[in-house]
């Protein structure tokens, strides 16, 4: 009975990971490391930065995807960030919820 806890658990470890490298992969197929890196300031913000930005706002995903999708500027300073409306909703989710996630 252990081994089977121990292997369900394994697995889901395993599970868990995957979004977060399937992110990465996202981020970097819509270019998204052009401008953002994981944790420090490039031309826009960190991933990090971001999710500390928002990790009490209980609005922040909605917030972010609808910024991925039009774009914006002023919140992190001057430069603009395009918008990414080329981007499929599931994929700008999945990044946001990624990027949210990288506390």
């Known amino acids: 009975m252990k081994v089977a806890v121990l292997a369900l658990t394994l697995a889901a470890g395993a599970v868990a990971a995957l ?8 981020a970097k197929k819509y270019m998204c490391l052009t401008c953002h890196t994981l944790d420090k300031k490039l031309v826009g913000p960190s ?4 999710a500390t930005k928002y990790k009490n706002d209980k609005t922040a995903e909605a917030k972010l995807v609808d910024k991925v999708k039009k774009g914006g500027m002023g919140v992190w300073g001057q430069i603009p960030m395009p918008p990414n409306d080329k981007v499929p909703d599931a994929d700008v989710k999945a990044l946001v919820k990624w990027i949210l996630a990288t506390k």
């Open 47 to 50: 991933y990090h930065d971001v």
């Open 19 to 26: 979004p977060a490298q399937a992110s990465e992969e996202l």
